[in-house]
């Protein structure tokens, strides 16, 4: 069974930082993409950054502006989102979610077909 499972986040200040996990069992990493969505309060899902697994390489969306680091430790089976300067536009749940490495489409929800349960960052000011 695959299984990804998310902690790291919960109540936290306004220009502070904060590192997500996401630990992943069952799946075999070679030529997977692992990546972070996040579901702000009345929003669409928004998937903000990637890694490809293999080589540590990362994606980013262009609107996140050098706050957003996302990588992987090929020997925790584990992957990192690491945000700072947090904001209240921040505040979502962050899911992270694993694909099969096509070479593109990084950014597109759909194409994951693995997901974790989700946790929550209310960032205060």
Excluded: H
Aim: hydrophobic content about 35%; overall charge positive; glycine content about 10%.
């Amino acid at each position: 069974q695959v299984q990804l499972v998310e902690s790291g986040g919960g109540l936290v200040q306004a220009g502070t930082s904060l590192r997500l996990s996401c630990a992943a069992s069952g799946l075999s990493f070679y030529n997977y993409v692992m990546g972070w969505s996040r579901l702000p309060p009345w929003k669409q899902r928004d998937f903000v950054a990637a890694v490809r697994w293999n080589s540590g390489s990362p994606f980013y969306k262009d609107s996140i502006k050098g706050r957003f680091t996302v990588s992987r430790d090929q020997g925790k089976n584990t992957v990192y989102l690491q945000v700072n300067s947090l904001k209240a536009e921040d505040t979502a749940v962050y899911y992270c979610a694993a694909k099969a490495d096509n070479g593109r489409n990084y950014y597109l929800d759909y194409e994951y077909n693995y997901w974790g349960q989700g946790t929550q960052v209310t960032v205060s000011s």
